[in-house]
């Protein structure tokens, strides 16, 4: 158990939480390449790695001296918690004397792990330090090397470890008093000991801001690493690579939907773009109707489009069919945006709704082909005393009668395999691309931040006009349908929309029990359908517990699963070149940091990134 003593902050205290939130900020800007969850840094000294003669208070960050003081064989010595990992790159704390006691006989310093703690740091082998009665150095032996001045109360001594060329410094009252040590050995702990009677100090492990510009050295360093990677010869292979580097810039182009932009790219570069731009606008226009919140669009999008694709994927339709469920909560899916498009006083009874069952392409009560006289109510819904257009269709090209939003593909095979045969069965358009230019398909997600459209929005033959799909209103950015006071409700507060939305849960609940009696019980499916049905269990879903489901942002990882889906469907790559490059590239320099190549700690990828 900690030794906590006179001044001690107790765990629970709020001014011992804000101090050790303000610590681990300060560590993560320092030290932003060490995982503290597989190397933690030091924040104290160990209560149990220490001589007898030690005494710890103030959270085992003060040391005072409690020995008979009469000679060496008096000498105590405490370590901190933990090693310095060596992903630091350059790691620094400070010991301030509070005391010098009886004669000031004080080593600051390092020490490995199983050194003799009845010594002060320095005197044995893999062990160092800074002595205050003399100012001398102690490498590994009991003979020190003149080094610095002396020190005593009021100074702070600081100690540098820099694991980029294993040396030491030690800094005085904020001034470096050069290299002390080189040829360092790793996993060092920081260490300080005490000699005679009287002798208190005071560690500061970033707990307070450190008397030296740690920040500013760490800054030096930091140049120094980036200066020689830009000056890393390239040589005659420079035209290879720049090949290399713009199809791995296009195909990122090209993944994410930046029809204009890869366009532009590759006439200036030369380069081929390996998807037709039909095929990227249909992927543009998925995603878009993803990030906008209307889920259950994207889902007959994908199901026009690719009409396989969602058949040898059942995990990520039922992913799909959730987020949809969560939507028609949040107030911006079709299934219930249609209700609150009729009048604010209606709240008759919903009209009869397509089922979630696994057939796919069965006739529906809601889609019909060459413009149906009755209104329907699935994902883009034609509601009452609207103009319908007959024959248009949402995606030109594809018939508007191959699916409903709401039903689920029929004889599924539900391998984990999405790519066979997927090229023989995903047409695209080849002319609905000419009516919107590039810059309006460019996609811009912060514009998406819930997707939410007004009344005002046109609807043609049960679907939103092209235009509306790509250029949603201003109104819709809000985060839920707000009733006239602002107040965020449940399905926009219409009791129709609210039933239909049960309805949905419980087909969508019927779904999940299909597939567990095909394929197996899955844990993911139940824990998403928990959280998602959890919403429905509190009268203000967006501040509960499992309200983050809600947050716009959530709908981004499905959108590029979603999408991810679909290159791979077309034997395309599901994560672009450039993606896989930087992540094996960051994966690395984290793994070298980790096996003491100091150097990587002050190389992070991000730092490239312009």
């Known amino acids: 158990m900690a030794e906590l003593g006179a001044g001690s902050l107790l765990l629970g205290d709020p001014a011992f939480n804000y101090q050790e939130h303000e610590l681990t900020e300060r560590l993560k800007r320092l030290y932003p390449a060490v995982n503290e969850e597989e ?10 790695d220490k001589y007898s003669y030690i005494g710890l208070s103030q959270n085992n960050l003060r040391v005072h001296y409690k020995g008979h003081g009469k000679n060496h064989k008096d000498a105590a010595s405490v370590r901190a918690t933990h090693p310095i990992p060596a992903a630091c790159g350059i790691y620094y704390f400070e010991v301030k004397i509070v005391s010098k006691g009886r004669d000031g006989y004080m080593g600051i310093g390092l020490s490995a792990q199983g050194v003799n703690m009845n010594r002060l740091p320095g005197w044995d082998k893999h062990s160092y330090g800074y002595h205050g009665d003399d100012g001398h150095s102690f490498c590994s032996s009991g003979t020190g090397q003149p080094y610095g001045p002396t020190f005593t109360t009021g100074d702070v001594i600081g100690c540098c470890v820099n694991l980029i060329n294993n040396t030491c410094f030690y800094t005085k009252n904020g001034i470096s008093l050069g290299v002390a040590f080189t040829d360092l050995p790793p996993n060092l702990y920081p260490t300080v000991g005490l000699q005679t009677p009287g002798e208190i100090v005071d560690a500061n492990f970033g707990q307070q801001p450190f008397v030296f ?6 800054s030096e360093w930091r140049a120094k690493i980036h200066g020689m990677i830009a000056r890393f010869p390239i040589g005659e292979r420079l035209g290879e690579w720049q090949a290399v580097l713009q199809n791995m810039v296009s195909s990122y182009l090209v993944h994410h939907g930046y029809c204009a932009t890869a366009t532009a790219f590759a006439r200036a570069t030369e380069t081929l773009i390996q998807e037709d731009q039909s095929s990227i606008k249909n992927r543009q226009r998925i995603q878009k109707l993803v990030l906008a919140g209307r889920v259950g669009e994207a889902i007959e999008a994908t199901q026009q489009l690719y009409p396989t694709l969602l058949e040898h994927n059942p995990n990520l339709l039922f992913m799909l069919k959730c987020r949809q469920f969560v939507e028609m909560v949040n107030g911006t899916d079709s299934e219930v945006r249609c209700f609150s498009l009729r009048s604010p006083k209606s709240q008759d009874s919903y009209p009869g709704s397509p089922s979630l069952s696994l057939r796919h392409g069965a006739p529906s009560t809601h889609l ?110 809000g985060n839920g349908v707000t009733d006239e006071g602002g107040s965020r409700q449940l399905c926009g507060g219409n009791q129709a929309a609210t039933e239909r939305m049960i309805q949905f849960g419980r087909e969508l609940q019927a779904l999940n029990e299909q597939l567990c009696r095909q394929y197996g019980k899955n844990a993911m499916h139940k824990k998403m359908l928990q959280d998602a049905f959890s919403l429905l269990a509190y009268s ?34 599901k994560q672009p070149p450039l993606m896989l490059a930087l992540g094996q590239a960051t994966e690395c320099v984290q793994l070298m940091a980790r096996v003491r190549s100091g150097s990587c700690s002050f190389a992070r990828v991000d730092n490239f990134l312009h």
């Not at 924040?43 to 149990?48: A, E, F, L, Y």
């Not at 879903?541 to 489901?549: D, E, R």
């Open 540 to 573: 203000d879903p967006w501040n509960c517990p499992v309200g983050q489901q809600l947050d716009p942002m959530q709908r981004e990882a499905l959108c590029s699963a979603l999408n991810s889906a679909i290159l791979e469907s077309q034997n395309l790559p």
């Open 213 to 218: 510009d740690i920040e500013d050295y760490m």
């Open 39 to 48: 190397t933690p840094l030091p924040r104290s000294w160990s209560p149990k």
């Open 368 to 477: 019909h082909a060459g413009g149906a006289d009755s209104p329907t109510c699935s994902n883009g819904v034609t509601p009452p005393n609207k103009p319908k257009s007959h024959g248009a269709t949402k995606y030109p090209g594809v018939s508007s009668a191959s699916s409903s939003t709401s039903s689920s593909p029929s004889s599924v095979n539900y391998s984990e395999s999405n790519s066979s045969d997927s090229t023989k069965s995903q047409p695209h358009s080849t002319n609905s691309n000419q009516e919107t230019s590039d810059s309006e398909m460019e996609i811009e997600a912060e514009h998406y931040t819930n997707g939410v459209a007004d009344g005002s929005t046109r609807i043609m033959n049960g679907t939103y006009k092209h235009q509306e799909i790509l250029q949603p209103d201003d109104n819709s950015l």
